[in-house]
């Protein structure tokens, strides 16, 4: 199995703070990476796709970088919405795997 | 417009079965995915199926315990899963996953399922 390393754990920051989050492939996945947002109580919702491309409706702060092993999320200007737990998961091959999570505080 | 609505909190006792559904709307054709959390745990993977069952596959941590149908005629979705432990508690959510030629992810999520296991 792929596994998902995600760094850090958890996060406090403010609002206006640029944040990043880093998630590392066990394997090369190429740019099979994609982000998720999860509030508490709440199912995830899909942010960045295939490593670099933001969902439909996702705010322009949110943006995705990297390819093979190591990627990126990164927040440009935090916003009190924005707390929350986020999610890498690989889609490399036919099982998927998530990340631990990193939850973000402001 | 796709909607995914789950069924309902199941509490269910050690060794018991629990059937989780989950009604399809806005769409017939993509693969269909299952993960699970336990309570202030992350998000883990389960298996995917497709309609006609050929894409079917599942992680090897439910090896044995887990089956996933698609009844065609309901558009309903649903995962099976077996002799059930207290580690098993957890929500459980369907989710559609979505193809482009740049890759593939999980654009539609059920509400969830609190699956309880208790004795």
Known sequence: DIQMT?????????????????????????IYLNWYQQKSGAAPKLLIYAASNVHGGVPSRFSGSGSGTDFTLTISSLQPEDAATYFCQQSFGSGRTFGQGTLVEV | QVQLVQSGAEVKKPGASVKVSCLASGFTNEDMHWVRQAPGQGLQWMGRTNPSGSRTTHSQKFQGRLTMTWDTSTNTISMELRDLRSEDTAVYYCARESYEDSGNYFDHWGQGTLVTVSS
């Open chain 1, 6 to 30: 995600q760094s850090p754990p958890s996060l406090s920051a403010s609002v206006g703070d640029r944040v990043t989050i880093t998630c590392r492939a066990s394997q090369v996945i190429s």
